[in-house]
């Protein structure tokens, strides 16, 4: 294989990773988008499961699982046009971060999500546990994501 075959190689492979994290941040945007439409509405209809005192926990964590999950759809939208940016070649924290932020994408909204499905007076439900998976996720992407960024030259 020669070198330019190496570095196109290399090429597709960043602008893969910076295409999904756009197309997934944008999909991502779309879903937490009709959730908070979906509150609103359940708001609006003034539907008693979700509005009654009884189950502020719900509103509380469904309204957290919205307000997580459209913030980290956009962090999914830099993350992929930050790699498009940057990204000239593929170091080995991509390979970790991009996983982390994916899963933080998916497991920080559902903790709150599942945690209000089955809520119980001023307690959440046992979904709520997949929270802090999330968070972790979310740390170590961030985290890996401002190392490599300030230590590639």
Not at 88 to 102: D, V
Not at 116 to 144: E, K, M, R, S, Y
Request: proline share 4%; glycine share 14%; net charge positive.
């Amino acid at each position: 294989m020669s070198a330019s075959t190496g570095e196109t190689t290399e090429r597709n492979a960043d602008v893969d990773y910076a295409r999904r994290h756009v197309c997934l941040g944008w999909w991502s945007l779309l879903v937490f988008a009709l959730l908070g439409i979906t509150l609103e509405a359940l708001h609006g209809f003034k539907v008693s499961w979700y509005l009654n005192v009884g189950e502020e926990t719900r509103r509380l964590l469904w309204r957290l699982a919205h307000a997580h999950g459209a913030f980290l759809s956009v962090v999914q939208i830099a993350f992929g046009l930050t790699l498009r940016h940057f990204g000239t070649s593929r170091p080995p924290w991509i390979r970790i971060a991009s996983p982390c932020l994916i899963g933080a994408n998916l497991a920080l909204p559902a903790g709150f999500f599942l945690g209000g499905l089955t809520a119980q007076g001023g307690d959440p439900g046992l979904g709520i546990f997949v929270l802090p998976i999330g968070a972790g996720l979310l740390i170590a992407a961030l985290g890996l994501s401002a190392w490599g960024l300030t230590s590639s030259r």
